[in-house]
């Protein structure tokens, strides 16, 4: 890769005083440093709330507050002194508002009253609660059916809101729970049921301690999950193998300086964090794997026709595992040029990569949005469980599968029960629990909700947190299959785009956010769960004033509803003032929970019991299954390459965002200053378009279906990517991403792998 084309080289480490500069112009912008600064110092402590940030694990031992740039930028957000009071919608009509950006909608400040849209001004009115649950209800009941409704929901829900919101929608009748999951780490889930029996990391945070080799693939920590990067940072320190596996050179996975370290930070040093940086191809990942586990399986051959005892861990696959000569027949039909075109890795590199697997006694895969955004995601979820079976990586100490989760609970809203396909268990659960029959049949994900409201089909969108209209893939599409809706609610912190995308009859009810002090009626302060990556589930509470006297609570909001709707005998108004009555409820639905109310107050929480962890595996066959799917025949890079001029996109974060919030225009790691529409490119794919760096083009989506997809006037930054693959922000580039293209199995929008083409702007 030449030098020219990476920014890499000039800049510093990632972390460090730059983000310490940059969480305090986030603080003093939110116009609370005070209120901020308090409040960053009790995030993740035991007495304080849970960072709202990311879902990476807390460390048991010392309890100094983690300082992580994300989480200051996530509390100042919702900590702002701004306002978006009615005066604010007085002035602005709902049309108007669909004109404004992201940024500048969400920077009006925290919302403070539940407001009705009024069709005749156009406006959204300020209303009372009862009037807003009252009329919710009476729509809800008017439906033809309940699977007429959408129940949305974003993963900083807690546990306690998410519970009551599935038990509200199915006690209504459905089971249409599109969830931010859909599109996020939903093949992780399903891959790893499948593999090892349950959806989840087998690994906690002290396996980090331990592993002496670390696959990092498709991620990039050093944005996205900042507290991660501590515990890479540490254990390359102490001589482990940190490998990087990611198209684009993330400068954060090469070097960072560490907030932490007082005296690093004074010396201006940094250290490097990737030991091996290996780029592969868009969606290559699948093959790059099987390439390494071709090589595990000649080098064990080798070493057993010489009369050694293999490289394998036999007595592990014996006991442990099934399927795998099956596999190894798909690794062996594997050729060498389809797995080095695809994965666009040389054969020399993927051997590199074999050796640090080979060379190291503990392994720990992680992985994220760069793995579970493709067609065949499932698949490659399924192959990475592969390799680290083969040689006993899971189940043991420093060892382990780690999908680093997004929201920082998301996954504890699936664990609760946010499951649009829940198992009979549940059902059967909550039946006996709440003596009612709640609903079998499967409902709607996000790929079938935005289809069913395009169509006409679902004429309610209930929106638990999130963003549902920028999110999602088709932009234009999604907004317009809103506005058909006869109801749409959204339950937020703040005001944002997607919510101007409204239905006939039309609300925006606020609530309390998590740095808030949640008191019921009585005066007595209530906590919320949540569940991190690593299976740990904490207590939180909050420290601030609530924003307004008006807000309520998530838990309140939903009960309200939910009374509204269906009557008061499931108990909803008991719940909403005491949460200890919906973590008991918990207890006896959820397995796991038991005591929850006791273990939920111990200082760390406690952990959820992981069954493959301790090498159970509830799979149907009572082992770990070796998957053995073949090859993708061709995957989206080459599919462009064949049809020429065409490229394969990429929508990922910038540093300065959160999901479809933005915080600011930088990408400081990336070296992008104060714009976001830019498309990064390999400098000769630039030349071969016959555009220069720094070229306007309209990015223009390719899949035909009748529809015109074009997100308009972006900039072409020369950049380390491999050729044929490009990359650029979410959520504008939305725009060009269909929802049909789905992955097989995880129906997750391709996110990470949509076909463009580029078109040069007129010169103005
Ligand atoms: N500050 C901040 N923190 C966040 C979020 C945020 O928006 N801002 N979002 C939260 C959420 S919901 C989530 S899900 C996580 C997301 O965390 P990430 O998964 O780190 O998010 P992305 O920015 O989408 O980055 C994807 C990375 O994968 C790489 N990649 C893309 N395609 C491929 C591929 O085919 N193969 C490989 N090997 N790599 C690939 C990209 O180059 C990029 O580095 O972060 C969470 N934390
Ligand atoms: N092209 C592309 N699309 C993607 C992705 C991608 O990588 N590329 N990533 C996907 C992923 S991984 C995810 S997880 C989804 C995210 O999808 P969502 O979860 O729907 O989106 P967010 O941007 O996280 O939601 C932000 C909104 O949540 C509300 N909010 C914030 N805090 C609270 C709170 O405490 N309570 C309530 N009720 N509301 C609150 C605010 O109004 C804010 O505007 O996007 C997906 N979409
Ligand atoms: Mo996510």
């Not at 198209?247 to 990737?274: T, W």
């Not at 929201?407 to 499951?419: A, E, F, L, M, P």
């Not at 959160?658 to 400081?668: C, E, K, P, S, V």
Request: charged letters at 25%; glycine letters at 10%.
């Amino acid at each position: 890769m030449s030098d020219a084309a990476s920014p890499l080289k000039k800049s510093k480490a990632a972390g460090g005083w730059g983000a310490l500069r940059s969480c305090g112009k986030h603080l003093l912008a939110s116009g609370s440093a005070l209120a901020g600064a308090k409040a960053m110092l009790s995030a993740n402590q035991p007495d304080g709330f849970d960072c709202p940030g990311c879902a990476w694990g807390d460390p048991e031992h010392g309890s100094s507050f983690e300082f992580c740039e994300n989480g200051v930028k996530a509390v100042a957000w919702e900590a702002t002194e701004k306002r978006a009071a009615p005066t604010f919608f007085a002035r602005h009509t709902v049309t108007e508002l669909r004109g404004w950006t992201d940024y500048d909608l969400e920077n009006v400040g925290r919302l403070t009253q539940p407001m009705r849209y009024d069709p005749a001004s156009n406006r959204f009115i300020a209303v009372g609660w009862y009037q807003a649950f009252a009329e919710i209800g009476r729509e809800l009941n008017a439906l033809s059916s309940p699977d007429e409704a959408e129940f949305y929901t974003s993963g900083r829900a807690s546990n306690e809101a998410a519970f009551l919101y599935q038990l509200f929608a199915r006690a209504f009748g459905t089971n249409n729970f599109p969830d931010c999951s859909n599109m996020c780490h939903e093949a992780s889930g399903i891959g790893l049921i499948q593999s090892i029996g349950i959806g989840k990391g087998t690994v906690e945070l002290e396996d980090f301690e331990l592993a002496d080799a670390i696959f990092v693939i498709g991620q990039n920590p050093a944005t996205n999950h900042p507290r991660m990067l501590g515990d890479l940072r540490r254990a390359a320190q102490r001589g482990a193998k940190v490998v990087a596996l990611n198209p684009v050179r993330e400068r954060g996975l090469e070097r960072f300086a560490d907030p932490q370290d007082k005296i690093e930070m004074l010396r201006g040093g940094s250290r490097p964090v990737a030991s091996h940086y290996a780029q592969p191809k868009l969606g290559g990942d699948m093959a790059a794997i099987r390439g390494m586990a071709k090589i595990v399986f000649a080098r064990d051959a080798a070493d057993r026709a010489e009369g050694g005892p293999g490289l394998l861990d036999d007595a592990f696959i014996a006991e442990h595992t099934t399927g795998l000569e099956a596999w190894r027949a798909e690794v062996e039909a594997a050729g060498w040029d389809a797995i080095e075109d695809q994965s666009g890795l040389d054969r020399a590199e993927i051997e590199a990569l074999a050796e640090i697997y080979l060379g190291a006694e503990r392994v720990i895969a992680t992985w994220a949005m760069g793995v579970t955004q493709h067609k065949h995601s499932v698949a490659t979820v399924r192959e990475i469980a592969n390799l680290l079976l083969l040689r006993g990586h899971i189940g043991r100490p420093g060892a382990g599968l780690c999908p680093v989760r997004g929201h920082s609970n998301v996954q504890g809203d699936r664990t609760v029960g946010i499951n649009e396909n829940p198992p009979a268990w549940l059902l059967d659960n909550l039946d006996r629990e709440f003596g009612i029959a709640v609903p079998r049949a499967p409902g709607h994900n996000v790929v079938a909700a935005i289809k069913a409201m395009a169509e006409g089909r679902s004429k309610a969108f209930i929106g638990l947190g999130g963003n549902f209209a920028r999110a999602t893939p088709d932009t234009a599409l999604v907004t317009e299959a809103l506005r058909r809706c006869r109801l749409t609610v959204q339950i937020a912190t703040k005001p944002n785009l997607g919510h101007m995308a409204v239905g006939e009859v039309a609300y925006l009810l606020p609530c309390l956010g998590r740095t808030e002090i949640d008191r019921n009626a009585a005066g007595k302060s209530q906590i919320v769960t949540v569940e991190d990556s690593m299976s740990m589930v904490h207590g939180s509470g909050g420290i601030n004033k609530p924003a307004s006297p008006h807000l309520k609570s998530e838990v309140a909001i939903i009960a309200g509803m939910a009374e509204a709707t269906l009557g008061k005998s499931l108990g909803w108004a008991a719940m909403a003032e005491d949460h200890d009555l919906i973590r008991d409820r918990i207890a006896r639905v959820i397995p796991g929970f038991e005591d929850f109310n006791v273990r939920v107050r111990q200082p760390r929480g406690f952990r959820l019991r992981n069954a493959a962890a301790e090498r159970v595996w509830e799979t149907p066959s009572g082992r770990a299954e070796f998957s053995a799917a073949p090859l993708p025949l061709e995957i989206e890079h080459q599919a462009a390459r064949r049809r020429s001029g065409e490229f394969v996109l990429q929508t990922f974060r910038s540093h300065d965002q959160y999901n479809t919030t933005i915080y600011g225009l930088d990408d400081r790691y990336r070296g992008v200053y104060g714009e976001r529409r830019v498309v990064f490119m390999h400098p000769d794919d630039i030349a071969a378009i016959g555009a220069a760096p720094n070229a306007r083009v309209d990015v223009v989506g390719t899949h035909e279906d009748g529809r015109s997809r074009v997100a308009e006037d972006f900039r072409l930054v020369a950049y380390d990517i491999p050729r044929g693959c490009v990359a650029g922000y979410y959520p504008e580039l939305n725009a060009v991403v269909p929802f049909s293209r789905a992955g097989e199995q995880s129906d997750t929008p391709l996110s990470k792998s949509t076909p463009v083409t580029f078109r040069p702007r007129e010169a103005a």
